[in-house]
Structure formats: C-alpha cells, structure tokens
C-alpha cells in the first residue's frame, strides 16, 4: 500500500479534493440560506447543470470566463426564482417541485446542447479560467499548491464561509431570515416579510447553484457534456443535512464529501487494483455513510420544508 | 357587472385547479405548448414534430406495441411511486430498485434449475421483487429510525446500482462474448411475446394486472387505508393508533419491489439479459407518472402510457425534423412542477 502514498499521490489528492470541493461548497452555502428559511430545494442538482452549460456555452462564444460566471449567475438565479414562486408563492410541496426543477433543467440543458453543438464525438471545450497563485503561501510545500495555487472562485468559496456566517448571526436580515425558518408565523408577527425573505433565500440559492455549476466547467473540466454534475449538487444538499445547518461546518462537509470523490479519481489513475465500477461507487456509499454517521433530523429548522399559509 | 364576470373567470380556474382529471390534462396540453415552443425557437415546425412523434407512437401495431413495450416499466415504477408518495415517502429511487431488480431477476434467470418457464419466471418476478424491496429497505429503514432524508439516499442509491450493475457485466456476469453483458437467459426464462412481429411481451399484462392490485391494496385493504392516513394526517394516524414507522417501512418495502418487477420485466422480455444501463430513466419518469396520474392507478396507466409513447416516439422525432429527444425531459419536468402546485393540497379522494 505504501506505494500509493507517495508525495504526488498525495499532492494530487489534494488539489483534486479543491476541484471538487469547491463547487460543492458553493452550492452548499446557498442551499444553506435557502435552507435556513425553510425552503429544501433539491433542484439544485439542475440548477447547477444549466448554470455550467450557460456558463460553458457564454464563454465559448465570447471567450471570456468572466462573462460565463455572469451568466451561470443569472441562469441560477432565474431558476431558484421559479423554485421560490413554486415552493413560496404557490406553497407547492418542496421536495416535488425541487425534482420537477432538476428534470426540467436537465431536458432543457439536453436540447439546449444538442441544438448548440449538434451531433458530436468529442464534447466541446473552452481555455476557462486562469488560476490566480497567491505569492508566498503557494510556495508552502505539500499544501500550497493545492490550496493557493488555484482559481480566485476558488478564494471567494472560502470568503464566502465566514460572510454566511456571520450574516446569519449578526446582521438583522440574518435574524429575519432565521426567523423565517423557524417560524414564519411569529415572524411575519413580528413585522419580518415572509414572502420577500424566502423568495430572496431561495433566488440566492439557486444563483450560488448556478456558480458552483460553472465553476466545475470552466475551472475544473473545461469542457461540457450533459451527464457531468452525477449527483454533485445532490451531495451538496447532503453536505448542509451534514452541516446541521451551521456554514463551518459545511466547509469540512464539502471537502469530506469531496475527498471520497478525490480518492477515487487518485486511485483511478493509479491503477489502484480495484475494480474501477467499485470506484466509481464509492463517493455515494460515503455520501449515505456520513448522513447515517452524522445527521440527526433533530436539530432541522423549525419550519424546513413546510409552506407557510396566512390566516385570513 | 364586472364584478360578475371576474367571478365567473375566477370560477373557470377554480374548476380546472379542482377537477382531479381536468387539472392534469390542462398541464399536459400546457407542456406540449411548452415543446412547440421551444421547438418554434430552434427552427422546426412543432406540426411536423408532433406528427412524428404520434406516428411513431401509435401508428401502426407495432409502434403501439413499442409504446406499450415503454409503458410497461414506467407503469410499474409509477404504481410503486404512488404507493410511497401516499405515505409521503419520497421515494426518488426507483431507477437504482429498477436495476436491483434486473440483477436479481438475471441471476435467479441464469440458475441451472430445468424448470418449466411456467416456475422460473414467477420466480424471477419473485427474485425482482425482492431485490428492488431490499434496495429500497435501506433507505426506508434510515428515514424512519434516523430521520435520513430519503430523496439524497434513494437517489445516491441509484448511482450506486447502475455502478453495480456496471461492475457485474464487466467481471463476474460478464457473458462469453466480446461485449459486457451477461450470457443469454435460456428462452424459457423470457417472458413470451404475444402479438407476433412485435416486442409485445406478457410482462404488459403483468403490469396491468398489478394496477388492479395497487389499486385494491390503496383503497380495499388496511394497509392502503394506513398509507394513506399516515400520508394526509400523521397525527391523526397517531391518535388512530397506527404506528406510523411500520407503515412507511411496507410502503417502502412495496415501491422498491414494483421497481424491482419493472427490472425484471425489462431483463426477462425486452433484453433477455442483464445489460449496462439497461433502463433509459424509466424510473425518474416514473416520478412524472405518478403525479400525472394524480396517485391514482387507473390515472398512472392513461400517464404511463403517455410516457411510453413520448419514449418510444421522441427517437423518430430526432430523426425526421432533429428535435433533440431531451425535450421529453423538459416537458417531464415541467409538469412535476406545474402539479407540485397544486399536490397534496387538497384532499386525496
């Protein structure tokens, strides 16, 4: 076994465990806002296809990444903005809804891509992103390249830990939000607008969806088909059930969910000698493995998944 | 005046939102606008489409066998959706219990038993049943005991059955041939065709006959009367004495196994062996189906078969005007979410 814990095995891993983690992460933190004011929206998994197609398809044409990010952004924040009409304004049930948005999206991102590049072999690919090194910490050995060697998203992910947090715990729309979450009735008592606070939770969701979704095509794939999210944003859900809704915590929940995935594609290339269709299962027995772990329904937003209806 | 005819426009809503058949025929034709829509924007007459596509589904016996062919599985899943929904248990993995059935069904298939076809296939039916109620137990047992949400552990689920799937035709199942497939069930272990010149197969009937059985266990037995109260009312379900856990644990139980027949029927008529992805998303369809058919069977068959005949028609529409046969997806989806609108808002009747 020795062998396969080389250095580069081991440098390898990690910045794969950063390629992975990262989107997972994005999307995790805004599912964990849209969460946190009571709104489970499981199509994140779609959002974040369409938001890498747009993002991918934006930046074939134009050339210029940035304009991709802009348009993954818009792209998810469209469509986490049906999910908040869906699930808010028409108090249609969460999870259904959540599904109906995922399938919608990958139809939509199947004709969209088959109309944009017709009948192909190779899928298409684009230059991307240029990673942006931090001097002095990328030269840390081990750990600097993979950790401050990379994409300025890649940064923003990790400024984005600490914003959430204490968005959530000082700022009065954090209060109001959480409020919304745990009880919409005492909030809207209280003179907090419901409708307004869940509609932009869930629009936010979807538009850090959309991000993490363009983040895997122009930062870590650089190319697109429209298989390529494989259960990634449903993991993120699983990351914030992990995270018991507290966003430290979804950063170690992303690089765990992540390191399952990492290891596999390090042992892949390896030519670890086990069979590469067990590989490829791994990252979703590990994903069960930590829910069954760690995940207690107890400690759930008070009002998570239930639509709120004013009393006339 | 105007007062009056508001009323009157609000009133033709109220009925569409409140009629169980109407609704859903609305969201359907609404979703076919939707295609021809998009169909408009990418430079394709939705006529000529659509014509395609209904003449590939339904024009001639063998197209209509070949939409029963893809309504047989999707009807199976959506029955076993139905039955998990009723109680609320979302159980978004009939895809993975589709293929657990498959391996089981081929495995038991594959036995060297020299039994007459009128033994071994019940058997395989059995085998199917069981792997797709196992495969579903483990999420079942999680939500209940652990609060595990079943959506990401019945759809992790399903990743992890098409790997294994995977796994099998390419080491130990894998048949003589160069390709990853497992050996050719002997024939008396296919489900015999009955129309000659065409794939219609006797699990079509099986299929149709379980609808009958869904809809007996939904609205005639205890169980069914259990599932649904624990679905519309928990704490009623309480106070009623029903242990809620047990009857989630049995619905879950009786989804997964309808997936895993689907999985059998798909092994035992259509493929004859056990194939890599040998489901083209029958069982996330099968999610559609339900809704559509508004958790009812009779309404699951009308929607099956409308699924079958947008699968089997939507590759003849890609041919003849280059529509993309993703656009089934879109309009799949857009009618889960036009229906989740209105979903267990009112009472089931």
């Given at each position: 076994?020795?062998?396969?814990?080389t250095?580069?095995?081991?440098?390898?891993?990690?910045?794969?465990?950063?390629?992975?983690?990262?989107?997972?992460?994005?999307?995790?933190?805004?599912?964990?806002?849209?969460?946190?004011?009571?709104?489970?929206?499981?199509?994140?998994?779609g959002?974040m296809?369409?938001?890498?197609?747009?993002?991918?398809?934006?930046?074939?044409?134009?050339?210029?990444?940035?304009?991709?990010?802009?348009?993954?952004?818009?792209?998810?924040?469209?469509?986490?903005?049906?999910?908040?009409?869906?699930?808010?304004?028409?108090?249609?049930?969460?999870?259904?809804?959540?599904?109906?948005?995922?399938?919608?999206?990958?139809?939509?991102?199947?004709?969209?891509?088959?109309r944009?590049?017709g009948?192909?072999?190779?899928?298409?690919?684009?230059v991307?992103?240029?990673?942006?090194?931090?001097?002095l910490?990328?030269?840390?050995?081990?750990?600097?390249e993979?950790?401050?060697?990379?994409?300025?998203?890649?940064?923003?992910?990790?400024?984005?830990?600490?914003?959430?947090?204490?968005?959530?715990?000082?700022?009065?729309?954090?209060?109001?939000?959480?409020?919304?979450?745990?009880?919409?009735?005492?909030?809207?008592?209280?003179?907090?607008?419901y409708?307004?606070?869940?509609?932009?939770?869930?629009?936010?969701?979807?538009?850090?969806?959309?991000?993490?979704?363009?983040?895997?095509?122009?930062?870590?794939?650089?190319?697109?088909?429209?298989?390529?999210?494989?259960g990634?944003?449903?993991?993120?859900?699983?990351v914030?059930?992990?995270?018991?809704?507290?966003?430290?915590?979804?950063?170690?929940?992303?690089?765990?969910?992540?390191?399952?995935?990492?290891?596999q594609?390090?042992?892949?290339?390896?030519?670890?000698?086990?069979?590469?269709?067990?590989?490829?299962?791994?990252?979703?027995?590990?994903?069960?493995?930590v829910?069954?772990?760690?995940?207690?329904?107890?400690?759930?937003?008070?009002?998570?998944?239930?639509?709120?209806e004013?009393?006339? | 005046?105007?007062?009056?005819?508001?009323?009157?426009?609000?009133?033709?809503?109220?009925?569409?939102?409140?009629?169980?058949?109407?609704?859903?025929?609305?969201?359907?034709?609404?979703?076919?606008?939707?295609?021809?829509l998009?169909?408009?924007?990418?430079?394709?007459n939705?006529?000529?489409?659509?014509?395609?596509?209904?003449?590939?589904?339904?024009?001639?016996?063998?197209?209509?066998?070949?939409?029963?062919?893809?309504?047989?599985?999707?009807?199976?899943?959506?029955?076993?959706?139905?039955?998990?929904?009723?109680?609320?248990?979302?159980?978004?993995?009939?895809?993975g219990?589709?293929?657990?059935?498959?391996?089981?069904?081929?495995?038991?298939?594959?036995?060297?038993?020299?039994?007459?076809?009128?033994?071994?296939?019940?058997?395989?039916?059995?085998?199917?049943?069981v792997?797709?109620?196992?495969?579903?137990?483990?999420?079942?047992?999680?939500?209940?005991?652990?609060?595990?949400?079943?959506?990401?552990?019945?759809?992790?689920?399903?990743?992890?059955?098409?790997?294994?799937?995977?796994?099998?035709?390419?080491?130990?199942?894998?048949?003589?041939?160069?390709l990853?497939?497992?050996?050719?069930?002997?024939?008396?272990?296919?489900?015999?065709?009955?129309?000659?010149?065409t794939?219609?197969?006797?699990?079509?009937?099986?299929?149709?006959?379980?609808?009958?059985?869904?809809?007996?266990?939904?609205?005639?037995?205890?169980?069914?009367?259990?599932?649904?109260?624990?679905?519309?009312?928990?704490?009623?379900?309480?106070?009623?004495?029903?242990?809620p856990?047990?009857?989630?644990i049995?619905?879950?139980?009786?989804?997964?196994?309808?997936?895993?027949?689907?999985?059998?029927?798909?092994?035992g008529?259509?493929?004859?062996?056990?194939?890599?992805?040998?489901?083209?998303?029958?069982?996330?369809?099968?999610?559609?189906?339900?809704?559509?058919?508004?958790?009812?069977?009779?309404?699951?068959?009308?929607?099956?078969?409308?699924?079958?005949?947008?699968?089997?028609g939507?590759?003849?529409?890609?041919?003849?005007?280059?529509?993309?046969?993703?656009?089934?997806?879109?309009?799949?989806?857009?009618?889960?979410?036009?229906?989740?609108?209105?979903?267990?808002?009112?009472?089931?009747?």
């Amino acid at each position: 076994m020795n062998e396969y814990f080389t250095m580069i095995f081991f440098t390898g891993f990690l910045s794969g465990l950063v390629r992975i983690g990262t989107p997972i992460l994005i999307v995790a933190l805004g599912e964990l806002i849209s969460q946190r004011s009571g709104v489970i929206n499981l199509g994140v998994e779609g959002i974040m296809l369409a938001g890498s197609f747009s993002g991918f398809y934006i930046c074939y044409l134009c050339n210029d990444p940035w304009l991709g990010v802009i348009a993954a952004i818009i792209t998810g924040g469209v469509l986490g903005f049906i999910m908040a009409l869906l699930s808010v304004r028409f108090r249609a049930n969460q999870i259904v809804a959540g599904i109906g948005i995922w399938i919608f999206c990958q139809g939509l991102v199947g004709f969209a891509f088959r109309r944009a590049f017709g009948i192909i072999t190779l899928p298409p690919t684009v230059v991307g992103m240029t990673d942006l090194p931090i001097p002095l910490l990328s030269r840390i050995p081990l750990i600097g390249e993979a950790f401050f060697s990379q994409s300025v998203l890649v940064y923003f992910s990790w400024v984005m830990v600490p914003v959430v947090y204490l968005f959530l715990k000082y700022t009065s729309w954090g209060l109001k939000l959480r409020s919304v979450g745990e009880d919409p009735a005492v909030a809207e008592a209280a003179g907090v607008n419901y409708m307004l606070v869940r509609h932009l939770a869930v629009i936010f969701g979807g538009a850090m969806a959309g991000l993490g979704g363009a983040f895997l095509a122009l930062n870590v794939l650089r190319f697109f088909t429209d298989d390529m999210i494989v259960g990634l944003g449903f993991m993120a859900v699983a990351v914030v059930f992990f995270s018991r809704w507290r966003p430290v915590w979804v950063l170690l929940g992303a690089f765990i969910f992540a390191a399952a995935s990492a290891l596999q594609f390090r042992l892949q290339a390896m030519n670890f000698p086990l069979n590469y269709h067990i590989l490829l299962m791994f990252p979703y027995i590990a994903t069960v493995l930590v829910l069954v772990l760690f995940v207690r329904g107890e400690e759930e937003p008070g009002a998570l998944g239930t639509a709120y209806e004013k009393e006339r | 005046m105007e007062n009056e005819a508001n009323n009157r426009r609000r009133s033709i809503w109220a009925v569409l939102w409140d009629n169980d058949f109407l609704f859903p025929v609305v969201v359907v034709l609404a979703s076919f606008v939707l295609g021809a829509l998009l169909m408009l924007i990418s430079g394709v007459n939705p006529l000529i489409a659509y014509r395609a596509l209904f003449d590939a589904s339904f024009g001639s016996s063998n197209s209509i066998s070949e939409t029963m062919v893809k309504a047989c599985p999707l009807l199976l899943c959506g029955l076993g959706t139905i039955v998990a929904f009723r109680c609320k248990f979302w159980n978004i993995g009939a895809e993975g219990q589709i293929y657990a059935g498959g391996i089981m069904a081929a495995l038991v298939g594959a036995l060297p038993l020299h039994l007459p076809g009128l033994v071994h296939i019940p058997l395989m039916i059995l085998a199917g049943a069981v792997g797709g109620a196992l495969f579903a137990f483990i999420p079942t047992f999680l939500k209940v005991k652990l609060k595990i949400n079943e959506v990401i552990t019945t759809i992790m689920f399903n990743y992890i059955a098409i790997h294994l799937v995977g796994y099998l035709v390419h080491g130990p199942m894998k048949g003589k041939g160069f390709l990853p497939m497992s050996e050719k069930l002997p024939p008396e272990c296919c489900l015999p065709r009955l129309i000659p010149a065409t794939r219609f197969h006797l699990g079509i009937v099986i299929a149709l006959v379980t609808a009958g059985v869904v809809y007996f266990l939904i609205w005639k037995t205890v169980l069914g009367y259990r599932i649904r109260t624990v679905g519309e009312n928990l704490t009623a379900a309480r106070l009623g004495g029903i242990n809620p856990v047990s009857v989630v644990i049995w619905a879950g139980l009786i989804s997964g196994g309808l997936a895993g027949i689907a999985g059998m029927v798909e092994v035992g008529g259509i493929q004859t062996r056990l194939v890599e992805g040998f489901s083209p998303g029958y069982g996330y369809l099968a999610v559609a189906v339900g809704l559509v058919g508004q958790l009812k069977p009779l309404g699951v068959v009308l929607a099956a078969i409308l699924f079958g005949a947008l699968l089997s028609g939507s590759n003849a529409m890609q041919s003849a005007v280059g529509v993309p046969f993703t656009i089934i997806y879109v309009i799949e989806g857009f009618m889960i979410m036009a229906i989740s609108a209105r979903f267990m808002k009112r009472r089931l009747k």
